[in-house]
């Protein structure tokens, strides 16, 4: 059985039955009533005049022969219907000849106006009926008779009318619930169902579910249809993308093995004939030292410092890709304390220069501490390399707040770059200082880089020539 | 109690009422002539009475005419089912034959046992204001209640006749004698 929520489609259309039967019905009783009190109070007046027209007869000979004691007895007969108030005739002067009053406090009103040619006029006024007729003898105007009414009859029926309307509004809506009910179900539960397999589709994610269409034609069915469809075609699809998507993974691993197994062995049987080269010219040097010119010598000593140069190269090319294969084991990173003993070791390598180093106690970070361990090294090692043409250097690794994080930063008051080149900063070996000037690879950044973005980070960069550079990462 | 009569007056003075004269306080015997007159609306007689002396219906006075000119001012005009209305005078009884009503005059007060025989069987409305006369066979005697004009009907009589008086007639009369009076 399908879930029927109280804002559901089914009682939604229940309750748009009962305004609409209920509007229908009030509209109906409505013009029945109208149409009712209008003919209803036509037929009291036709009643009215029919009783003075008798009344009137009654009082002929009473009237032509003066005597008022007979038409008197003749109007009191009106104290039979409890809803004639009063009564009264005229004679043909117009002068009150009898009188019939309910109560004794009841007023005549005025006569209508009886038109020419007219034998009778009526008008309502406070609730009440007055009609005027003419009493006629031998077709001459002997005299008028009078008669008020009030409408205590229409009231009354129109308070029967207003309780049989609520009984039968009552029934109706009760009769509407019902058959509503029924009827709603076939335009709810198609659309329940749809509703039920859409949200399993988008929170599951299972794509197999389908909806029973059902038997009959029309914009329902073609819903029910059109959305299988859909569910159809983007079952298709994913499972398209996700193969797809599986090959080029596979295929993007294995062409990813065999670059880090290439540059891997590059890097490793490039040592070799490097170790001979130095060693063989090292031997050169030492047994022919004095037999050799100077420029002989100078020549041997530029050979060696190149390939010691390669081997640093083939170091730095090997660490890169152990960076990358290297697996991640994150722990909580003391960054101060790790700052501290980097810089330790970069001053017990050379003693002999004048730095300020400024680093806060209490940094720290979530990562892999063998990792960060290389961002420190190599960041705060070049912000001692690129210091070290001036006399006094001040060296700062500190943190800041960041998009409603932190970003560490190391800054140094060295040689700096030119902020045109920025971009150029983290691709590996990329060099913005010539070799002769600063020693290095080009390799360091680009390691910073990798192992930044491995954890999620960002890592920048802020400089000009001469007035320092900033490094900023974040993890 | 004020009562703003609306009426229309106008046609009321275009067309003269017969049952009032125009006078604004009619004497007892313009009041009685129109009475006379209203009486013809009021009864019904017998065939061969309506249809004789050539179609016309005549309304009667016996003796020393009370009236003067205002019956016949009346009954100028008007008619009882398409037969005119003439106003006729007579001295004898016996004379009464065209006459549907009768008016006998007080004049005829010593006469009236023989008038009254020599009515008796005919169908005419015998009418008149001397007193105790329908007690001794008129039909309908007027008498005077303060200063209006009543009339007691003697219904016996009038049936006898053949006459026929509408409920009406007699539910306005003052008195109605429906036995015949001892001593008559």
């Known amino acids: 059985m399908v879930r029927r929520p109280s804002n559901s489609i089914a009682s939604k259309l229940t309750r748009m039955n009962l305004l609409v039967s209920a509007i229908a019905l009030v509209l109906a009783c409505s013009g029945f009533v109208a149409y009712d009190f209008v003919s209803f109070r036509l037929n009291i007046v036709r009643d009215l005049s029919m009783q003075a027209q008798l009344a009137g007869s009654n009082s002929v000979a009473a009237l032509v022969f003066d005597d008022a004691d007979s038409a008197d007895r003749t109007v009191a007969a009106f104290g039979v219907s409890r809803n004639v108030l009063a009564s009264r005739i005229y004679d043909a002067k117009g002068q009150p000849f009898a009188t019939y009053l309910r109560d004794r406090d009841e007023k005549i009103p005025a006569m209508p106006q009886i038109a020419a040619g007219k034998d009778e006029a009526y008008r309502f006024e406070g609730g009440h009926v007055i009609l005027a007729h003419t009493i006629l003898f031998e077709g001459k105007r002997s005299g008028y008779i009078l008669v008020e009414q009030d409408m205590e009859r229409i009231v009354e029926r129109m308070e029967n009318y207003g309780e049989i309307a609520a009984v039968m509004l009552g029934f109706s809506l009760l009769v509407v619930v019902f058959v509503s009910r029924f ?116 020549y041997i000593q530029r050979v060696r410092a190149a390939t010691q140069r390669m081997g640093m190269l083939i170091d730095d090319l090997l660490n890169l890709s152990r960076v990358t294969r290297a697996e991640m084991r994150k722990e909580r990173v003391d960054l101060s304390g790790m700052a501290k003993a980097v810089a330790s070791e970069l001053v017990r390598a050379d003693g002999e220069r004048n730095v300020e180093w400024v680093i806060p106690d209490g940094m720290e970070a ?110 | 109690m004020s009562v703003a009569v609306v009426l229309p007056l106008a046609t009321l003075a275009c067309c003269p009422s017969l049952l009032y004269s125009q006078q604004s306080k009619p004497s007892q015997y313009q009041i009685e002539a129109t009475y006379l007159y209203n009486f013809s609306r009021f009864v019904a007689w017998p065939q061969q009475a309506s249809t004789a002396k050539g179609g016309a219906f005549g309304i009667c006075v016996l003796g020393t005419d009370p009236f003067g000119p205002s019956l016949d001012t009346i009954l100028s005009g008007e008619n009882v089912g398409g037969r005119m209305l003439i106003a006729r005078r007579i001295s004898k009884a016996q004379d009464a034959s065209g006459c549907q009503i ?39 005697q007027f008498v005077m209640a303060g200063d209006k004009v009543r009339f007691e009907v003697n219904l016996k009589k009038a049936s006898d006749a053949g006459l026929t008086l509408s409920a009406d007639l007699l539910k306005v009369a003052v008195a109605v004698r429906r036995d015949p009076q001892p001593g008559t």
């Open chain 1, 183 to 298: 009827a709603g179900r076939a335009i709810a539960n198609p659309v329940v169902e749809l509703a039920d397999a859409a949200r399993r589709v988008s929170k599951d994610k299972d794509y197999s579910v389908r909806v029973n269409s059902t038997n009959e034609e029309g914009e329902l069915a073609l819903l029910v249809d059109t959305f299988n469809q859909m569910l159809e075609q983007i079952q298709q699809s994913h499972q398209e993308l996700e193969k797809r998507v599986q090959e080029r993974t596979a295929q993007l691993v294995a062409a990813n093995k065999e670059l880090e197994s290439f540059s891997y062995s590059v890097s490793h049987d490039l040592r070799a004939p490097l170790r001979s080269i130095d060693g063989f010219s090292l031997a050169l040097e030492e047994d022919l030292g004095d037999h050799l010119t100077a420029q002989a010598k100078n």
């Open chain 1, 366 to 475: 979530y990562g892999d501490s063998r990792l960060l361990r290389i961002v420190l090294d190599n960041l705060l090692g070049n912000a001692w390399k690129y210091t070290s043409k001036h006399d006094h250097a001040r060296i700062e690794f500190s943190q800041e707040r960041h998009n409603g994080g932190y970003a560490f930063y190391v800054k140094d008051d060295g040689a700096g770059f030119d902020p045109a080149y920025t971009q150029r900063l983290f691709g590996a070996f990329q060099r913005l200082h010539g070799i002769t000037e600063f020693s290095g690879t080009g390799i360091g950044l680009a390691t910073v880089h990798r192992i930044i973005h491995r954890h999620g980070g960002e890592v920048w960069a802020d400089g000009a020539v001469e007035k320092g550079a900033t490094f900023y990462f974040t993890i």
């Open chain 2, 102 to 140: 009768l008016f006998v005059a007080a004049s005829e007060e010593t006469r009236l046992g023989d008038i009254l025989q020599a009515l008796d069987d005919s169908s005419v409305l015998t009418v008149s204001d001397i007193p105790e006369f329908s007690k001794h066979g008129g039909m309908i």
